[in-house]
């Protein structure tokens, strides 16, 4: 996991490593909104064990690339 800068760094390559990493956050943030707006399991707090919880979270995650891919544009 990478995490931001101080301030948004302080030379060009840092600035620019910011500005990127903020872009591929909102592209990952705007993913999982997609997908919690399709699942309504994902409305309010799960009601499983922490041990099947990943789980859950990966059926969703790949029914959901399912179902992006296979609706006509």
């Not at 041990?51 to 992006?68: G, M």
């Amino acid at each position: 996991m990478l995490t931001p800068l101080h301030l948004g760094g302080s030379t060009d390559p840092e600035k620019q490593f910011c500005y990127h990493q903020s872009r591929m956050r909102v592209k990952v943030e705007c993913a999982f909104g997609r997908m919690v707006a399709r699942w309504g399991i994902l409305w309010r707090p799960l009601r499983v064990s922490i041990d099947l919880a990943p789980r859950v979270l990966e059926a969703c995650a790949q029914l959901h690339n399912w179902c992006s891919k296979t609706q006509p544009p």
